[in-house]
Every structure is written in structure tokens, then in C-alpha cells.
């Protein structure tokens, strides 16, 4: 079972912009997005197949699939992405900085094609504390 990341969707003024962001980057070189950091996972090798799972408003929002790690010009890593958002069933994650790994048993599943998220149905912080409560 293939390991996954979460990350913030920072700088993405909502679900749609993220979407757009990701598809301009099929336009680029090698027709791949890429996200840099300082620090290769140490968990790089139980990547394989998985994917990054976007958090946008405090939810788990989609997903783009991972292709693999590549050394940067100035050191760092580059995380190479698919350039397309899958969207999945909205799971409320809290912010952090970076990334984080998901084990695939509490990956949400993915909505059928055509379907979006919409990220003004419910905050991110209601949906968990009504998750918490058992009431989602």
C-alpha cells in the first residue's frame, strides 16, 4: 500500500485556482508540476504510487499523483506531481507547514469524475468538530 503527503494549497485563493495552477504546469518543461523542499522525505522510497493530497480551508480537497523526486539546481528536492487535481471526499486535516504523511487505510476516496469540491458547502473546522461528534 502506497504511502501519500498532505500539503497546504498555499497561495491558492480557492479549490478552482489550485485546479488552474496545476494544469498551467502541463504547459511547462517535462509537463509536470513540481513543489520544491529543503529535505528529501526519509520515507521517499514508500512514495511510490501514492499521491499528494492538497488541504485547502482546513479539508483534504484532492489529490495529484506523485511521479517521483528530483534533485533541484540549488540543492533542494523538487516533489514531482501530476499536473491534474483529483478530487476526493472532503476530510478535515489541520493546517501545518510543509508536508505530512497519510497511510493509505486514512486516505479519503476520490468523487467520480466530473464532480468538484466546493469549498463554501462547510468550513473545514465545523466539518471536523462534527466529525469528532460523530455527526458526519
Known sequence: MPL??????FGAQSVEDLRQWLEAQATM??????LHTRNLPTRAGELAGGSLYWIFA??????SPLL???RAEDGR???RLEPRLIACQ???????QGW????QEDAPADLPDGMVVDEDTMPGDMAGELTRLGLL
Open 77 to 79: 528536492w523538487a516533489i
Open 58 to 63: 482546513h479539508r483534504l480537497v484532492g489529490r
Open 29 to 34: 518543461p517535462g509537463g509536470e508540476a513540481r
Open 100 to 103: 505530512r504523511y497519510l497511510a
Open 4 to 9: 501519500h503527503l498532505t500539503k497546504i494549497a
Open 68 to 70: 517521483g523526486f528530483t
Open 90 to 96: 472532503p476530510q478535515p486535516r489541520q493546517a501545518h
